[in-house]
T-cell receptor, first 108, second 112 residues
């Protein structure tokens, strides 16, 4: 069964404390992996698309990486404005499957 | 600015009533989607449309209906047959799935 699992469910960090969010997947025919940021009460905002193992993408304090079975979203020296829910989604052959997200809270 | 507009932002419905959620985009995207988001769950696909006058059921289509008469518009009707309609509804569009979706700001529907 196609599945996307994100961990941890929630993460609290001090401002400046770097960490990583994990997205593991089991899908047949992976065509792409997406990361989104979602603020409370708003729609998700597109961050990255990764297509193949070994690929990396960066945006400000965020870096996404991809292996054959999982993706990591690394956040370096986070600030309170990075607090949000981060969603991972995988495009399988004919559909997109979303994970449940990781709620990230950065304490000032 | 191009984007997706969902309205209303908040909607209250009495049990037994149908209600329609609006989704309009000016991005010239061919494909449009409706998702439902519940606390602690991932986004679940309700319906999607890849072209005008054509749409397909997603994973949880029961109790919902859609239409796609114009490229820009993809309204979702939540019918009285939907047993648990209270949720956050998200509309999205894409021109090429490889570039991900553009989402609207969502409609929060509450049944009272």
């Amino acid at each position: 069964e196609d599945q996307v699992t994100q961990s941890p469910e929630a993460l609290r960090l001090q401002e400046g404390e770097s960490s990583s969010l994990n997205c593991s997947y089991t899908v047949s025919g992976l065509r792409g992996l997406f990361w989104y940021r979602q603020d409370p009460g708003k729609g998700p905002e597109f961050l990255f698309t990764l297509y193949s193992a070994g690929e990396e993408k960066e945006k400000e304090r965020l870096k996404a990486t991809l292996t054959k079975k999982e993706s990591f979203l690394h956040i370096t020296a986070p600030k309170p404005e990075d607090s949000a829910t981060y969603l991972c989604a995988v495009q399988a052959y004919d559909k997109i499957i979303f994970g449940k997200g990781t709620r990230l809270h950065i304490l000032p | 600015d191009g984007g997706i507009t969902q309205s209303p932002k908040y909607l209250f419905r009495k049990e037994g009533q149908n209600v329609t959620l609006s989704c309009e985009q000016n991005l010239n995207h061919d494909a449009m989607y409706w998702y439902r988001q519940d606390p602690g769950q991932g986004l679940r696909l309700i319906y999607y449309s890849q072209i005008v006058n054509d749409f397909q059921k997603g994973d949880i289509a029961e109790g919902y209906s859609v239409s796609r008469e114009k490229k820009e518009s993809f309204p979702l009707t939540v019918t009285s047959a939907q047993k648990n309609p209270t949720a956050f509804y998200l509309c999205a569009s894409s021109t090429d799935i490889n570039y991900g979706y553009t989402f609207g700001s969502g409609t929060r529907l509450t049944v009272v």
